[in-house]
Every structure is written in structure tokens, then in C-alpha cells.
């Protein structure tokens, strides 16, 4: 090889030594930008309070029964519940009785917990009910049915 051509090669090689080092010092210092998003659930729907407990039948001077229960959550995902508060609806009853004639006892029941989807699911309880003892005749409420409600939170 002659000198000429020798000087053009390492020339030639200087060349690309160049050309890549200039192409990969590009490539670390690149600028950019982007963007991105994401969405979160619009709503849930309403979770259903079920009493699971069984009420005996009350009578006056009988002793206070536990309330329990689970829920419904038709979402999705699993819910964050807070508590659960019972209370006295209304009272159906062949003669005159009402909620006065009864006694309702830590209507508000923690649950703080998350509730899985599906029926059936989680877990309260704590409330009591009792039959008032009264000094007035209580016949009125033989036979009664007292209607309770539960809201979520």
C-alpha cells in the first residue's frame, strides 16, 4: 500500500471515528417531550345494607338483640364503607305502637373497611334493639313488625 493511500485510509477512519461519535454524543443529549392520561370511575352505585340477624320475637322486659349484617356492592371494584346507621322506619302493627314503644342502641356501626364486589360481602354489626318495658298496657303492639333502615357511608 502506498503512503497515499494510507494517509487516506487513516484519514478515512478519522472521518468515521468522527461521524460516530458526533451521531452517539446525538443520541445521549436528544431532547423530547410527551404526554400522558389516565381516568379514574365516573360513579359508583349505592352499596345494600342486608341484616343478616334473625329477630326473635320481642316482649316487654326482653332483653336487647345484636343487629348484624353484610352488603351488596354491585360495583366493579371493591368500596370503601365508613359505617353503617340503623334506625326505626315504621312499625306495623294491628293496634296503636310506634317506635317510642321500642329502644334502638348504637344505631351507628363502624365498619371502616373496604367491601368486596359481589353479594354477600363484608361485615356489620353492633346495634341492639329491645322492647321498651313500659308502665301504659302495650297490647297494641302484639303482633307488631317494626320496619328498620340502613344507610351506607
Do not use: E, H
Not at 8 to 15: M, N
Not at 23 to 34: C, D, K, P, R, V
Amino acid at each position: 500500500m502506498t503512503m497515499l493511500n494510507k494517509r487516506r485510509g487513516i484519514a478515512l477512519g478519522v472521518i468515521l471515528t468522527l461521524a460516530l461519535a458526533t451521531g452517539a454524543y446525538a443520541y445521549w443529549t436528544a431532547n423530547g417531550s410527551g404526554s400522558g392520561s389516565g381516568t379514574t370511575a365516573a360513579s359508583t352505585s349505592a352499596v345494600t345494607a342486608n341484616q343478616t340477624t334473625a329477630l326473635t320475637p320481642m316482649y316487654p322486659g326482653d332483653s336487647a338483640q345484636t343487629i348484624s349484617g353484610n352488603f351488596d356492592n354491585p360495583n366493579s371494584a371493591a368500596v370503601f364503607i365508613g359505617s353503617v346507621t340503623v334506625s326505626i322506619a315504621s312499625v306495623s302493627a294491628p293496634g296503636t305502637c310506634d317506635a317510642s314503644d321500642f329502644t334502638l342502641s348504637g344505631a351507628t356501626m363502624p365498619v371502616n373497611a373496604q367491601v368486596a364486589s359481589g353479594t354477600g360481602q363484608g361485615s356489620f354489626t353492633g346495634a341492639t334493639i329491645q322492647f321498651n318495658n313500659k308502665a301504659s298496657n302495650q297490647d297494641g303492639c302484639k303482633g307488631a313488625t317494626v320496619n328498620l333502615a340502613y344507610t351506607v357511608s
